[in-house]
T-cell receptor, first 110, second 115 residues
Framework: RKEVEQDPGPFNVPEGATVAFNCTYS??????FFWYRQDCRKEPKLLMS???SGNEDGRFTAQLNRASQYISLLIRDSKLSDSATYLC???????????FGAGTRLFVKA | DAGVIQSPRHEVTEMGQEVTLRCKPI?????LFWYRQTMMRGLELLIY????????DSGMPEDRFSAKMPNASFSTLKIQPSEPRDSAVYFC?????????????FGEGSRLTVL
């Protein structure tokens, strides 16, 4: 089983739609969780951290479910510019080793 | 502020040649990571350093790969000899210990093609 697993997609949604991605992790001791965004042929960039209580940043909401070992990302009112690959990232704990999921591709269409 | 700087941005070489990729982390960051990205395998952590010391190199594919960090502002990833299957985008990322583990700042990557 991979340490971090994501549905590769692609998710094809119209502008204005709400879309959600899930990611599961295998190490129950994992301590830090993030969502990164990667545009085509660009480097990954931090989108947001994921906290146990859930957190929101504008149209983006991240949730953590430790019991089921998954994190989620919800995007409301999708924009064309949201088209990218979204990478789930987990720090297994005890250091700075950081594991990336394979990513979920999102296409937002007019 | 300058971000993570990688060079070269693109490298095309022939099988058997030595390849050296370079990285300058963000000033003040004390952790540095080398990742490799391919369509098939995604982003793979190769090695990471903390305070210039290699902490975990379990992701380094084989002895042909080596990485060094002689000082806080410079790191290299060397492949010798290179093989076609090494073709990938190699990313360097940095972070700082007082930050949250996992908050990485990536360079633009070095796209390597081995013919």
């Amino acid at each position: 089983r991979k340490e971090v697993e994501q549905d590769p997609g692609p998710f094809n949604v119209p502008e204005g739609a709400t879309v959600a991605f899930n990611c599961t992790y295998s190490n129950s001791a994992s301590q830090s969780f993030f969502w990164y965004r990667q545009d085509c042929r660009k480097e990954p960039k931090l989108l947001m951290s994921v906290y146990s209580s859930g957190n929101e940043d504008g149209r983006f909401t991240a949730q953590l479910n430790r019991a089921s070992q998954y994190i989620s990302l919800l995007i409301r009112d999708s924009k064309l510019s949201d088209s990218a690959t979204y990478l789930c990232v987990v720090n297994p704990g005890g250091g700075f080793k950081t594991i990336f999921g394979a990513g979920t591709r999102l296409f937002v269409k007019a | 502020d300058a971000g993570v700087i990688q060079s070269p941005r693109h490298e095309v070489t022939e099988m058997g040649q030595e390849v050296t990729l370079r990285c300058k982390p963000i000033s003040g960051h004390n952790s540095l990571f080398w990742y490799r990205q391919t369509m098939m395998r995604g982003l793979e952590l190769l090695i990471y350093f903390n305070n210039n010391v290699p902490i975990d190199d379990s992701g380094m594919p084989e002895d042909r790969f080596s990485a060094k960090m002689p000082n806080a502002s410079f790191s290299t990833l060397k492949i010798q000899p290179s093989e076609p299957r090494d073709s990938a985008v190699y990313f360097c990322a940095s972070s700082w210990t007082l930050g949250k583990p996992g908050e990485l700042f990536f360079g633009e990557g070095s796209r390597l093609t081995v013919l």
